[in-house]
T-cell receptor, first 114, second 113 residues
């Protein structure tokens, strides 16, 4: 079975400061990892994904994440946040294959303050 | 067209009503999904359709009835819902059942009164 843990339920940060949102996964087989963002009263938007290859993945809106197999982590980073980055961020994992079930972490609320 | 379109965006229904949620995509995707998201919680998988056939039902109560009339359209029929069924219902699609990565719609906010 696969699972995802997001230890931080809320992360407050000042505008223009760097931020890291943590994600750890658990799986007995190879996995594919994703970060989604959800703005208030909206659906999910894909920020970035790791399928294979380079462990540093760059996404939209200046976000990037690094896949670390030994630490089973896929932390999301941004060097300088903006007020508009305030949103809920979900890490997700799938093993692929038939059915392709996507399992989400509990989410991290990023609150950017002036 | 690279979107998944869900209608309506908001729905209020009584516990004795029958209503339907609609999801449409024109990307040629052959797998479609329904997720339920309660407030402050992550999305939870309800159903998966692969090539217009139901392939996964995550033990969802029968008051939720999915339907996939064709490869572009996915419906969720609702009947005799409870207030605790109030949530954001998200539809998603992927190129095929084994494809990695979904495209999500913006959701239908359902309130049961």
């Amino acid at each position: 079975a696969q699972s995802v843990t997001q230890l931080d339920s809320q992360v407050p940060v000042f505008e223009e400061a760097p931020v890291e949102l943590r994600c750890n996964y658990s799986s007995s087989v190879s996995v594919y990892l994703f970060w989604y963002v959800q703005y208030p009263n909206q659906g999910l938007q894909l920020l970035l994904k790791y399928l294979s290859g380079s462990t540093l993945v760059k996404g939209i809106n200046g976000f990037e994440a690094e896949f670390n197999k030994s630490q089973t982590s896929f932390h999301l980073r941004k060097p300088s946040v903006h007020i508009s980055d305030t949103a809920e961020y979900f890490c997700a994992v799938t093993q692929g294959g038939g059915g392709n079930k996507l399992t989400f972490g509990t989410g991290t609320q990023l609150k950017v303050e002036l | 067209d690279t979107e998944v379109t869900q209608t309506p965006k908001h729905l209020v229904m009584g516990m004795t009503n029958k209503k339907s949620l609609k999801c449409e995509q024109h990307m040629g995707h052959r797998a479609m999904y329904w997720y339920k998201q309660k407030a402050k919680k992550p999305p939870e998988l309800m159903f998966v359709y692969s090539y217009e056939k139901l392939s996964i039902n995550e033990s969802v109560p029968s008051r939720f009835s999915p339907e996939c009339p064709n490869s572009s359209l996915l419906n969720l029929h609702l009947h005799a819902l409870q207030p605790e069924d109030s949530a954001l219902y998200l539809c998603a699609s992927s190129q095929d059942p084994g494809a990695i990565g979904y495209t999500f719609g913006s959701g239908t906010r359902l309130t049961v009164v």
